[in-house]
């Protein structure tokens, strides 16, 4: 059914998968609910009418995950002190061995039109200039390199670093509402009847067990380190690119 949904390849993957994960926790406690009530006794139809009620919040969760993404990244790079992949072009960064950059900053220098490429003694002199120079030329790369076939690998690292931005940039939202599932598995299992006590304590013990892990999860390996591995490894792509365009 998901493949279904009117999305493009990097939307699923970079904006409905982050999604789907952040309300992950809601749907796991609800289905948990669902059976501990015996409401598993649904139809399919129901089921699927459940399913589709479902969908709705996940497309609009998407929308708010790439919000949030786009404006962590503005922040991200400011603090990085720009685009990655054009520092990486800097005359004073080491990301890139000196042959490559050369050959990276001749191939620009003879594609881009009306762009110059800045000198060593302009980047001494104004550096956020220069750097801004840069960014338009990684602008005309990511413009120049959409067809997903022929660059495969940057449209693979651009989904990634996606991915981990819009995981990373609604983070904190996540662990709110997997902290709201804990809480409000807990005090369900306080107005349940004594005499069904134990079964709900069981699975509310599960759901504890998952709604904690998801917590920890969240804490432990959605880092901004994490993100800047995802946007190194695109701008590596999107910067190799020089060596292919025709």
């Known amino acids: 059914m998901l493949n279904k949904l009117p999305l493009d390849t990097y939307s699923y993957n970079a904006r409905f998968m982050p999604a789907l994960i952040i309300i992950l926790p809601i749907i796991i406690n609800i289905l948990a609910l669902i059976l501990f009530h015996d409401l598993y006794k649904l139809g399919m139809n129901e089921i699927i009418i459940h399913l589709f009620i479902v969908l709705p919040l996940l497309l609009l969760v998407s929308h708010f995950v790439r919000d949030k993404g786009q404006k962590f990244q503005k922040r991200f790079f400011k603090s990085l002190g720009g685009n990655p992949a054009a520092l990486w072009l800097l005359h004073s960064d080491s990301n890139l061995d000196s042959g490559t950059k050369n050959r990276y900053h001749s191939f620009l220098n003879n594609n881009i039109p009306n762009w110059n490429l800045p000198s060593r003694d302009d980047e001494e002199k104004d550096r956020k200039s220069v750097i801004q120079t840069f960014e338009s030329a990684i602008q005309w790369l990511i413009a120049n390199t959409r067809n997903r076939e022929k660059y495969e690998l940057v449209f693979k690292e651009n989904i990634s670093y996606g991915f981990r931005r819009n995981l990373y940039a609604t983070k904190c939202y996540a662990i709110g509402v997997s902290c709201l599932c804990f809480i409000g598995g807990i005090i369900h299992f306080f107005y349940v009847p004594p005499a069904i006590s134990m079964e709900l304590f069981l699975i509310t013990f599960?759901?504890?067990?998952?709604?904690?892990?998801?917590?920890?999860?969240?804490?432990?390996?959605?880092?901004?380190?994490?993100?800047?591995?995802?946007?190194?490894?695109?701008?590596?792509?999107?910067?190799?690119t020089c060596d292919i365009i025709q």
């Open 206 to 240: 599960i759901l504890s067990v998952f709604n904690i892990s998801f917590i920890f999860g969240w804490c432990t390996m959605i880092t901004q380190s994490w993100v800047k591995d995802a946007t190194q490894a695109y701008a590596k792509a999107l910067l190799a």
